[in-house]
């Protein structure tokens, strides 16, 4: 899970060009929307495609993002799960 | 500013492509992460505007919020449009067997987003609007400026010249116009040509 978290956290910062982050400044149980990162709405559009480009995983709700995308161990929990990739 | 390198004098900066933009970023704002969501025309223009309102004593507090006015709008010009924005989007989903376009990318496909990136940072609320011409004219942006101070609530458009043809071809020269000071069209037209004239100096 380490390995995934740390993995995770390196291609957020690529896909969503968060140059100034490195991925130990990223907390993992921290919001990642609204406080915590800041991320936005076109943020979470691109975390979908990363979902599914990375991981095989097609979030048929995109409404389910909201809690899916809560935190870094949340998703990556929900990675672990339903990974097909 | 242009292509990567300063035209005025000031401290060292990286020159080229983005790594020049990036510098002054990191010197003369520096507290706007979502600058590096940006593409090469946002950044430009973002960044040109940034230095315009130093200039102007206007410069925001690290995390200040500023107030919103309507007052003010953004109106810029340009040819090469999202061109590079767009570019970069058509390679992105060129791969069939790897075909996942991305909203970040396609956000930026529209030139107008590059004055409503200064219009959130500023919160501006008055007009916003980039038009693309075949080639800077000046009689045609003093026109289109004078007509956008018509209303009787707009006082001031922060404008100009922001123009990205790729990463490392670029250009970008803003003003502040204000309705006060009562230009006619021959004299914004003037005004825009030495503007713009810098550029090629």
Redesign the interface.
């Known amino acids: 899970m380490e390995e995934l978290i740390l993995k995770l956290k390196e291609e957020i910062i690529e ?7 490195k991925p130990e400044d990223i907390d993992n149980d921290a919001p990642l929307f609204g406080e915590g990162l ?1 991320l936005d709405s ?2 979470a ?2 975390l979908i ?1 990363l979902m ?2 990375n991981y095989g995983i097609k979030l048929q709700d995109p409404s389910k993002g909201k809690e899916i995308f809560k935190s870094i161990n949340v998703m990556a929990e929900y990675i672990t799960a339903n990974r097909t990739k | 500013m242009a292509n990567g390198s300063p035209l005025t004098g000031g401290p060292h900066l990286e020159t080229g492509g983005t790594a020049f933009l990036s510098d002054l970023y990191h010197r003369f704002v520096g507290d706007y992460p979502k600058f590096f969501k940006m593409d090469t025309l946002g950044k430009l223009g973002f960044l040109a505007a940034e230095l315009l309102l130093k200039i102007r004593s206007e410069s925001l507090n690290a995390g200040e919020v500023p107030a919103p006015r309507e007052d003010r709008g953004v109106v810029l010009f340009g040819r090469h449009s999202s061109l590079r924005a767009d570019t970069h989007f058509q390679a992105s989903i060129q791969d069939r067997g790897n075909f996942f376009p991305s909203p970040s990318v396609f956000v930026y496909t529209l030139p107008n987003v590059t004055a409503g990136e200064i219009s959130i940072r500023r919160k501006y609320t008055g007009e916003s609007a980039y038009f693309v011409l075949e080639a800077f004219d000046a009689r045609i942006m003093a026109r289109q400026l004078l007509a956008c101070l018509q209303d009787e609530v707009t006082q001031s458009l922060l404008t100009g010249w922001v123009d990205c043809r790729d990463d490392e071809h670029y250009e970008a020269a803003v003003m502040m116009l204000e309705k006060s000071a009562a230009w006619t069209e021959d004299e914004l037209a003037e005004q825009l040509n030495t503007m713009f004239n810098q550029l090629n100096n």
């Open positions: 896909v969503l060009n968060l140059e100034d982050i800041g076109i943020d559009l691109e495609v599914e480009k």
